[in-house]
């Protein structure tokens, strides 16, 4: 019976609200002082949120917190206290970050801008889809291919819905546009149902400044959702859990993590998938039933990353009620403290990043937000001390002009090319070859390069990107290649052959076990990312230096000019190269260095985790050789890391595929 009535109530919650949804026909106003006043709220609930949060981060995994409420500040309050002021953590930074960047260039900062910003003050403390989305950048891709599933095998992970509601904050009332841009931004880090927590968060906060009901703000964030994507579906069933058990929150939590926990496909079982703690997020919403004290510690015992709920949420409910509605005793939790957190944002986690005033980030915010909304067809008026803001609801975002770089085609002799230029935020803009001669055989209309190609070699070409008011141009160099002979080889060379599972299950791995291969079988089956496409030269227990070959043999000689090593997966503590060399077998046998090689990209220029990217291609040319057999060879980072098993493991490379060509 209680099962048939939860299924009811919610689909009659959901159907009352709707209206509510859909009417953006008028503007929405909102006094300047009010605006103030909420993103105040946002601030310093986040910070609030953050720093109660961290004392329990990943705490409670197999079971709930417990419920000796409030939890307090606990462990964070010594440092609050060492800091005499809130300090930063990867919840806040990247906003702060993005809040900077905003003041340079603007309110609709470029992928590039927030790149750059990234490769600049990002260099530690940084994990999962945001260390590999940093790799990526540093390797000179952009977004979105910085989170592609393809390139980022982090995608699904929480990253962008920790690190992104400020693209909400600054578009009060413009719902679409909030999620259209939370949804871009996200982008950055990850890719497919991955990003979906991060639209849900920045709908609902654009609506939180008009809207103080949370189960109607949680439908508004499901209403801008895809409504047969994944955390649609998981939103609906944590209301229909809360609706089972009003009175049992740890009854709805169980069931949860039962079926998004326990039962999650292997391959994006972690306790930081997004999808994960987004239910966790929606139940506390639930339970706490808007008050800002319960809410913060069923954020915190519901479980998992829950530093990152109880900061989102917490900033959401500072947007709702404002600054004046929060807790003094949570803001001002030391001695003496006349201010939030004493007026002070202290960066202990960026480089060069300004200690800020919290007072300052929250005016540098209002002024954000009065410059996009204003941008986007919205008004300001009235007297200093009594101004309006009035806001255009149907305000669109479109991505800014820019070209977005990644992958380039691999292209082979005779083989069909389908090759997409454009991404989804590039699209809806003109295309033009516009100088240089695309490979023979091969076409481009409008951003899609198509054909056979029948000649190898390179092509430069120019392409321009146009909105109809400006254009941009960009040079990109084509490499048409010949066969890849690594699929005709008789024999794979490699010092390692076998992953040692024991080792493997030792390690602190961040991947889905079905990322792994067995052997070194997979290295010329074509195979590039998913199910069983990397191979980790993981061999025993050993802090000693390796060095690690890969390579083929055949039975007649070869022609070799080029060789594309795929790099996989990496982890924190290991799985690239710290030199890279080519070296092929005389005809007695010996292994004879070659000499002149170049790498294209080049390796990266320092052997830190921060900078190494996962799933990338570098392609090694060097002068012409006639072999049976040849191999790169190099050097393999050991990794220093926290983990006390981890520690003891030796330097260890990650392949996906070597590739082969006249």
């Not at 305000?395 to 002799?413: H, R, S």
């Not at 900078?611 to 040319?621: A, K, T």
Request: charged share 20%; glycine share 8%; aromatic share 12%.
């Amino acid at each position: 019976m209680m099962r048939k009535f939860s299924i009811t109530w919610s689909l009659v919650f959901v159907i009352s609200i709707l209206p509510f949804i859909s009417d953006g026909n008028k503007p929405y106003k909102i006094q300047i002082s009010e605006l103030h006043d909420k993103i105040a709220g946002e601030w310093i609930g986040q910070l609030i949120g953050n720093m109660y949060g961290l004392p329990h981060e990943c705490k409670y995994i197999a079971e709930p917190g417990p419920e000796k409420w409030p939890y307090g500040y606990s462990k964070s309050l010594d440092k609050l206290q060492k800091c005499d002021g809130a300090f930063s953590d990867d919840d806040t930074d990247v906003e702060y970050m993005y809040l900077l960047e905003m003041q340079k260039f603007g309110p609709e900062p470029t992928y590039v801008q927030l790149c750059n910003a990234w490769m600049y003050h990002i260099r530690d403390r940084i994990w999962l889809a945001n260390r590999a989305a940093l790799g990526l950048m540093h390797f000179g891709y952009t977004p979105p291919f910085t989170g592609s599933k393809e390139l980022n095998p982090h995608w699904y992970q929480i990253d962008p819905q920790l690190i992104n509601e400020i693209w909400g904050v600054t578009a009060p009332g413009m719902g679409n546009y909030a999620a259209s841009k939370s949804d871009w931004a996200a982008r950055i880090t990850s890719d497919d149902w991955g990003v979906e927590p991060t639209i849900f968060y920045g709908a609902m906060y654009s609506a939180a400044y008009f809207e103080k009901d949370i189960r109607k703000l949680i439908e508004i964030g499901m209403k801008a959702l895809p409504s047969k994507g994944r955390f649609f579906g998981t939103a609906m069933e944590m209301i229909n859990l809360y609706a089972k058990y009003p009175k049992d929150w740890k009854a709805a939590r169980k069931e949860m993590a039962k079926k998004y926990y326990l039962n999650e496909p292997e391959m994006t079982k972690t306790i930081w998938n997004a999808n994960l703690n987004g239910a966790c997020a929606v139940l506390a919403m639930l339970y706490g039933e808007g008050n800002f004290q319960h809410t913060l510690d069923f954020a915190c015992a519901i479980g998992f990353d829950c530093d990152n709920q109880a900061a989102t949420i917490a900033g959401l409910l500072g947007v709702i009620n404002g600054f004046k509605s929060l807790p003094a005793n949570l803001y001002l939790p030391v001695k003496g403290w006349e201010k939030p957190f004493n007026d002070k944002y202290v960066n202990v986690t960026r480089y060069d990043m300004p200690d800020g005033k919290i007072s300052e980030m929250i005016d540098q915010t209002l002024k954000s937000t009065i410059d996009l909304v204003v941008l986007k067809g919205g008004k300001l008026s009235g007297n200093p001390g009594n101004q309006v803001l009035t806001i255009n609801s149907e305000a669109v975002f479109n991505p800014p002009l820019e070209f977005c770089i990644g992958p380039l085609p691999v292209m082979e002799t005779g083989k069909p090319v389908d090759y997409d230029f454009f991404t989804q935020a590039n699209k809806i803009y003109i295309w033009s070859l516009i100088s240089g001669n695309l490979p023979e055989g091969l076409t481009f209309s409008n951003g899609k390069l198509y054909g056979i190609p029948s000649v190898p070699g390179y092509s430069k070409i120019t392409l321009q990107l146009s909105n109809g008011k400006e254009q941009i141009t960009h040079n990109f160099n084509l490499l048409v290649r010949g066969e890849n002979i690594a699929m005709k080889a008789d024999t794979i060379l490699a010092n390692v052959r076998d992953l040692n599972l024991a080792v493997l299950d030792s390690c602190w791995i961040t991947f889905g076990k079905p990322m792994y291969a067995r052997n070194i079988k997979i290295l010329n089956d074509g195979k590039t990312n998913g199910v069983g496409s990397v191979f980790y030269s993981l061999a025993a227990k050993s802090n000693i230096p390796k060095v690690d070959y890969y390579g083929y043999g055949w039975k007649t000689r070869q022609k070799i000019s080029s060789i594309a090593l795929h790099t996989g997966c990496l982890e924190e503590f290991g799985g690239w190269f710290t030199s890279l060399n080519v070296q092929y077998q005389s005809e007695t046998g010996k292994w004879i260095p070659i000499e002149k090689i170049n790498i294209s990209p080049s390796l990266p220029e320092n052997d830190i985790v921060f900078f190494q990217p996962h799933f990338v291609e570098y392609m090694i040319s060097f002068p012409s050789v006639e072999t049976k057999a040849i191999r790169i060879i190099g050097d393999t980072k050991i990794q220093d890391h926290w983990h006390k098993y981890t520690k003891q493991v030796s330097g260890f490379s990650s392949v996906t595929e070597l590739c082969v060509y006249h």
